[in-house]
């Protein structure tokens, strides 16, 4: 029962990459320059992003939820909790530590 948290955790862990490279991408074409000279908040900008790429993560994490909920994985309560709220301290800190990297492919 424990070797089925490790494989969802190792299998979630590569979501960050996503939303970093996703983020090195918009810096490398100065995609956010661009819509910053076409008139765009930039506080707007920054909470836009992190909120969709929190929504973007929740998707898998509800879903994780709902197969071990199906599968009546009942001691697991208190995991999907930890699935629900994962997204919402990944996401601001994977967007904090991406200002370390210069490209997508370092990051």
Same mark, same amino acid.
């Given at each position: $029962? +424990?070797?089925?948290?490790?494989? +969802?955790?190792?299998?979630l862990?590569?979501?960050?990459?996503?939303i970093?490279?996703?983020?090195?991408y *918009?810096?490398e074409t100065?995609? #956010?320059? $661009?819509?910053i000279?076409?008139?765009?908040?930039l506080?707007?900008y /920054?909470?836009?992003n992190?909120?969709?790429d +929190?929504?973007k993560m *929740?998707?898998?994490?509800?879903?994780?939820?709902?197969?071990?909920?199906?599968? #009546? $994985?009942?001691?697991?309560?208190?995991?999907? =909790?930890i =699935?629900?709220?994962y997204?919402?301290?990944?996401?601001?800190?994977?967007?904090?530590t991406?200002?370390?990297?210069q490209t *997508? /492919?370092?990051?």
């Open positions: $029962m +424990i070797s089925l948290l490790f494989v +969802i955790s190792v299998g862990s590569l979501l960050p990459g996503l970093v490279s996703g983020v090195m *918009e810096r100065n995609l #956010k320059h $661009m819509q000279i076409s008139g765009m908040n506080c707007s /920054w909470i836009v992190l909120l969709f +929190i929504l *929740e998707v898998p994490m509800i879903l994780c939820c709902v197969l071990l909920y199906y599968f #009546k $994985m009942n001691d697991y309560f208190s995991a999907m =909790f =699935f629900v709220a997204p919402v301290g990944v996401v601001p800190f994977t967007h904090a991406s200002f370390l990297f *997508e /492919w370092s990051a």
